[in-house]
């Protein structure tokens, strides 16, 4: 579940293991997730994304997860390495965007995070 | 290097003061969006601009004004600021296309 301020949730995790994070969302109508990956000092990265008419999508080593029925996102990361060690963030927008007049606007709202360690 | 630009990467400033910060989106993005980061409230929604205008605005305080220009650079105005207003302030930006944001590196800014 998520956190506020500083008690984020935290995972531990040996290099090579499979790491999943998870992230509840707060909104039904929301059509579109991603998960980013921020490191220490930098800004908050891309990792994947998904549209709620899908249930699974996979990138290079990460797979999202959606389960719509009880508003819970997944990010599984396999053989994860030490330079995965960051703070995640699940983010949700309740905007449809192919139906926003063609912009993208539509304000992400982001959850508190998770802090994923991992041990050479 | 994502792309986008903010500046400064690290201001200090007194209480009382007022502060601007400076983003240049992505090449071709059309919107750009102000979040907050601090230790106890994560990642908050400032205010969205897109093409010039305003678009979306979240919990934005009144001390706290945005805009963007005619080349797309955006800026946010901090002012009378207070010591809970020390946080890291990022900009990101997306085009028509992109479904999720691109974010610079972001402004910390602490407030003495």
């Known amino acids: 579940g998520e956190s506020v301020g500083l008690h984020l949730p935290t995972l531990s995790v040996q290099e090579g293991d499979n790491s999943i994070i998870n992230c509840a969302y707060s909104?039904?109508?929301?059509?579109?997730f991603i998960w980013y990956k921020q490191e220490s000092g930098k800004g908050p990265q891309f990792i994947i994304d998904?549209?709620?008419?899908?249930d699974k999508r996979q990138g290079q080593r990460v797979t999202v997860l959606l389960n719509k029925t009880v508003k819970h996102l997944s990010l599984q990361i396999a053989a994860t390495q030490p330079g995965d060690s960051a703070v995640y963030f699940c983010?949700?927008?309740?905007?449809?965007?192919?139906?926003?007049?063609?912009?993208?606007?539509?304000?992400?709202?982001f959850g508190q995070g998770t802090i994923l360690t991992v041990h050479p | 290097d994502s792309g986008v630009t903010q500046t400064p990467k690290h201001l200090i400033t007194a209480t009382g003061q007022r502060v601007t910060l400076r983003c240049s989106p992505r090449?071709?993005?059309?919107?750009v969006y102000w979040y907050q980061q601090s230790l106890d409230q994560g990642l908050q929604f400032l205010i969205q601009?897109?093409?010039?205008?305003?678009?979306a605005k979240g919990n934005i305080l009144e001390r706290f004004s945005a805009q963007q220009f005619p080349d797309l650079h955006s800026e946010l105005n901090l002012s009378s600021l207070e010591l809970g207003d020390s946080a890291l302030y990022f900009c990101a930006s997306s085009s028509r296309q992109d479904y999720g944001y691109t974010f610079g590196s972001g402004t910390r800014l602490t407030v003495v």
């Open positions: 601009y897109y093409n010039g205008e305003e678009r």
């Open positions: 983010a949700e927008n309740p905007v449809p965007l192919p139906y926003a007049g063609g912009t993208s606007y539509g304000k992400l709202t």
């Open positions: 998904i549209r709620s008419n899908m």
């Open positions: 090449s071709g993005d059309l919107s």
């Open positions: 909104n039904s109508a929301s059509d579109y």
